[in-house]
């Protein structure tokens, strides 16, 4: 396996994993047959141009669009014990970490996917323990003929999300604690973060140093670096064409949030004037 890491905005980052094409198991586990059948049968609803199932397709992909791209981006490091099923020498030899030099420090690295790795594990353990909780008392509405029993299957699929999140959380977690990690910053990339920094961030020509251009990036506020068309080259750059879905979800969020953000603080501070006009009326 290798792992990506793609700064989505001056604070925020998406770590991705891909296997190799050794890593690929000749069988797959009971999870993954689970999961292509559940995706199988999606793919039939999709089709559906009417009823129940169209739907619930439109609700349940809804419903994705809003799980964070973070809770995506561990769900794609295998388990660690799976990992050191396909591959023996796993846990003993560096992966590779493919990041663009000029837009994370190289010391900062570790500690960058440090935080990636713990921020969320313990609201995945709480969330997994939630779905157990509640899963037996969905059961019963399986016995409602016709329709599935989608709560049921909904708490069991976050079940399994939540869970692959958490083990993907601890097997980054694994690598870094190891000092497993193998940083290689790829020039392609170097040169497409060259230009979307120096143009979100001030006085940053895209000729700037490496270091400096970082060190930019730090002082300024949060903003978004990349363009929702830049997903698709990051997808060229790293030969990965499932990435594509992944950064562009994370660009929309990050965008969205910070939009949110900014549109809040400007609500605060309309709020804050008028109230200081109502007290300087009230004084005169």
């Given at each position: 396996?290798?792992?990506?890491?793609?700064?989505?905005?001056?604070?925020?980052?998406?770590?991705?994993?891909?296997?190799?094409?050794?890593?690929?198991?000749?069988?797959?586990?009971?999870?993954?047959?689970?999961?292509?059948?559940?995706?199988?049968?999606?793919?039939?609803?999709?089709?559906?141009e009417k009823g129940w199932q169209k739907h619930l397709v439109t609700?349940?992909?809804?419903?994705?669009?809003?799980?964070?791209?973070?809770?995506?981006?561990?769900?794609?490091?295998?388990?660690?014990?799976?990992?050191?099923?396909?591959?023996?020498?796993?846990?003993?030899?560096?992966?590779?970490?493919?990041?663009?030099?000029?837009?994370?420090?190289?010391?900062?690295?570790?500690?960058?996917?440090?935080?990636?790795?713990?921020?969320r594990q313990q609201f995945h353990q709480k969330m997994a323990r939630?779905?157990?909780?509640?899963?037996?008392?969905?059961?019963?509405?399986?016995?409602?003929?016709?329709?599935?029993?989608?709560?049921?299957?909904?708490?069991?699929?976050?079940?399994?999300?939540?869970?692959?999140?958490?083990?993907?959380?601890?097997?980054?977690?694994?690598?870094?604690?190891?000092?497993?990690?193998?940083?290689?910053?790829?020039?392609?990339?170097?040169?497409?973060y060259a230009k979307r920094v120096s143009y979100v961030i001030d006085?940053?020509?895209?000729?700037?140093?490496?270091?400096?251009?970082?060190?930019?990036?730090?002082?300024?506020?949060?903003?978004?670096?990349?363009?929702?068309?830049?997903?698709?080259?990051?997808?060229?750059?790293?030969?990965?064409?499932?990435?594509?879905?992944?950064?562009?979800?994370?660009?929309?969020?990050?965008?969205?949030?910070?939009?949110?953000?900014?549109?809040?603080?400007?609500?605060?501070?309309?709020?804050?004037?008028?109230?200081?006009?109502?007290?300087?009326?009230?004084?005169?």
């Amino acid at each position: 396996m290798r792992l990506f890491l793609i700064p989505i905005s001056t604070r925020r980052a998406l770590i991705y994993s891909r296997p190799l094409i050794k890593d690929i198991p000749k069988e797959l586990s009971y999870f993954d047959r689970a999961t292509t059948k559940v995706a199988a049968q999606w793919a039939k609803w999709e089709e559906a141009e009417k009823g129940w199932q169209k739907h619930l397709v439109t609700w349940g992909n809804r419903v994705q669009q809003r799980i964070p791209f973070e809770e995506w981006g561990l769900r794609s490091i295998p388990p660690l014990k799976n990992q050191q099923r396909i591959d023996e020498a796993h846990g003993t030899k560096k992966i590779d970490v493919l990041y663009p030099g000029n837009a994370v420090h190289l010391d900062k690295l570790p500690s960058v996917l440090r935080t990636i790795a713990t921020e969320r594990q313990q609201f995945h353990q709480k969330m997994a323990r939630r779905c157990v909780i509640i899963a037996p008392f969905l059961a019963p509405f399986g016995l409602i003929p016709v329709i599935p029993n989608i709560p049921f299957f909904y708490a069991m699929y976050r079940l399994f999300c939540h869970y692959r999140a958490l083990k993907g959380s601890q097997h980054l977690e694994f690598l870094v604690g190891k000092n497993l990690i193998n940083p290689i910053s790829l020039p392609e990339l170097e040169q497409l973060y060259a230009k979307r920094v120096s143009y979100v961030i001030d006085d940053t020509p895209i000729d700037t140093p490496h270091a400096q251009m970082v060190d930019n990036m730090e002082q300024s506020d949060e903003r978004v670096l990349l363009k929702f068309s830049d997903a698709k080259k990051l997808a060229t750059i790293f030969e990965a064409p499932e990435l594509a879905l992944e950064a562009e979800r994370a660009i929309v969020q990050v965008s969205e949030q910070l939009k949110a953000r900014k549109e809040e603080a400007k609500a605060k501070e309309e709020a804050k004037e008028k109230e200081k006009e109502s007290n300087e009326k009230q004084n005169q």
